[in-house]
């Protein structure tokens, strides 16, 4: 299991005033089709990041190019929640083999670089071009590279140890962590999906594949070179850990 930051949590910390979202004004409703209109029971959450810059743009112009590839909610880092669809259909992001799973979470992605690469002055491959030859890049000290070659000017979470192969994240905005955990409290109301933290959520976990309900993340279900969203950011284990104490 990769080494997840030790959070401790306190009485009274930031996150223990987060209500169920009521005020249903703070969604913006994004015109969508990449979704099947099927009522489905649903017993898990699973947080995503987008990999992608500011706004939601560069996710929906991906998501585009798919049949059915999206999830319900994106929220922003100014906690602005869009909403693709409603919660109760479904679409695929999971990608873990059994459509099942698909059908009986909601997902919801948190907009994101996600894993970044600090440049050292030395050449660096960042995918390829579409040629197919490698996109060489040669990098600037001290700074920040998302996985298309682009330099990134954000807030940073360093993991000494590494997280799935890389040690620099972007950071979630607090504001956007608080949007999430509204939502995570409507749909513990909405659905009666449970609010307990699972520790092995950080890692691709057979409860999570074996369709246990609760809250989990795209690392759960997926192998470390496939996918590296959430991180582990300490704030996001926080908010999670007090959500599971609260009763609402």
């Avoid at 996710?59 to 869009?82: A, F, K, P, Y």
């Avoid at 490698?134 to 996985?147: G, Q, V």
């Avoid at 704030?235 to 007090?242: A, G, P, Q």
Wanted: proline fraction near 6%.
């Amino acid at each position: 299991m990769p080494k997840i930051p030790e959070v401790t949590i306190y009485a009274n910390n930031k996150w223990s005033d987060i209500k169920p979202l009521s005020d249903f004004d703070k969604i913006v409703q994004i015109p969508w089709t990449k979704y099947i209109k099927e009522i489905h029971n649903k017993k898990q959450i699973v947080i995503h990041h987008t990999v992608s810059g500011d706004g939601i743009t560069g996710d929906l112009s991906t998501w585009e190019q798919w049949r059915t590839v999206s999830v319900c909610m994106i929220i922003d880092r100014n906690g602005i929640i869009n909403q693709l669809f409603s919660s109760k259909y479904w679409a695929s992001h999971l990608k873990a083999r059994n459509e099942n799973l698909d059908k009986s979470s909601i997902g919801v992605e948190l907009d994101n670089w996600g894993g970044l690469i600090k440049g050292d002055g030395t050449l660096k491959q960042f995918g390829k071009r579409r040629d197919g030859s490698p996109n060489m890049i040669k990098t600037e000290i001290e700074k920040f590279y998302a996985i298309y070659g682009n330099i990134v000017d954000c807030p940073i979470t360093y993991y000494k140890d590494g997280f799935r192969g890389y040690e620099y994240f972007e950071t979630y905005s607090d504001i956007q962590l608080r949007s999430l955990g509204e939502l995570l409290g409507l749909w513990n109301q909405r659905y009666k999906i449970p609010l307990t933290y699972h520790p092995d959520m950080w890692q691709k976990s057979p409860s999570a594949l074996l369709g246990e309900p609760g809250i989990w993340g795209h690392v759960s279900y997926r192998n470390p070179k496939d996918k590296q969203d959430p991180h582990p950011q300490p704030e996001l284990i926080s908010m999670l850990k007090t959500l599971s104490t609260l009763n609402f």
